[in-house]
T-cell receptor
Framework: EDKVVQSPLSLVVHEGDTVTLNCSYE??????LLWYKQEKKAPTFLFML????IEKKSGRLSSILDKKELFSILNITATQTGDSAIYLC????????????FGTGTRLKVLA | DADVTQTPRNRITKTGKRIMLECSQT?????MYWYRQDPGLGLRLIYY???????NKGEISDGYSVSRQAQAKFSLSLESAIPNQTALYFC?????????????FGPGTRLTVT
């Protein structure tokens, strides 16, 4: 059964810290891995990763995919209180349909 | 205006009642999805649709039904609500193009079944 596992489940840090969120998967083939940030309600898109080893970057956030070791990481440097959210990892399968498999999410709290 | 809207935003209903959650989108996307989110369980797929004539069950479709009334509208029904259907429900869309597989989510409907 296809599976996406995120770790840690929750994390509390102080402003200025750097955090690394993990997404590991047991999915035979997939089109893409996506990261979302969920603050109050709706998840919002952060990154889409398709190729292994190519880092995507947006400001203080960056992400990379390792297809050999079957994981992705999301890094946030110089964290701010506004980074407090649930971070979701999702994989889009290739088994004939466009179904997305989500991990349970990592809840990040950044203290001032 | 939001690209993906959901109504109602909050709803409290009693066990056994029928309830419909509605989703509309102005993205022009063919693909639409219904998820539920429970604490610690992430997003789980209930139903998805790739066009008006295409409806597919997701991993947790029991107790739910859907209707795709038009490209822009996708409704989720609970025929006879039960307390363990209390959750946050999201509608999402995607265009399925290889250039961008991201999903666009509505604001969510918080449903409580007493």
């Amino acid at each position: 059964e296809d599976k996406v596992v995120q770790s840690p489940l929750s994390l509390v840090v102080h402003e200025g810290d750097t955090v690394t969120l993990n997404c590991s998967y047991e999915v035979t083939n997939f089109r893409s891995l996506l990261w979302y940030k969920q603050e109050k309600k709706a998840p919002t898109f952060l990154f889409m990763l398709t190729s292994s080893g190519i880092e995507k970057k947006s400001g203080r956030l960056s992400s990379i995919l390792d297809k050999k070791e079957l994981f992705s990481i999301l890094n946030i440097t110089a964290t701010q209180t506004g980074d407090s959210a649930i971070y979701l990892c999702s994989l889009l399968g290739t088994s004939g349909t466009y179904k997305y498999i989500f991990g349970t999410g990592t809840r990040l709290k950044v203290l001032a | 205006d939001a690209d993906v809207t959901q109504t109602p935003r909050n709803r409290i209903t009693k066990t056994g009642k029928r309830i419909m959650l509605e989703c509309s989108q102005t993205k022009g996307h063919d693909r639409m999805y219904w998820y539920r989110q429970d604490p610690g369980l992430g997003l789980r797929l209930i139903y998805y649709s790739f066009d008006v004539k295409d409806i597919n069950k997701g991993e947790i479709s029991d107790g739910y039904s859907v209707s795709r009334q038009a490209q822009a509208k996708f409704s989720l029904s609970l025929e006879s609500a039960i307390p363990n259907q209390t959750a946050l429900y999201f509608c999402a869309t995607s265009d399925g193009l290889a250039s961008s597989y991201e999903q666009y989510f509505g604001p969510g409907t918080r449903l409580t079944v007493t």
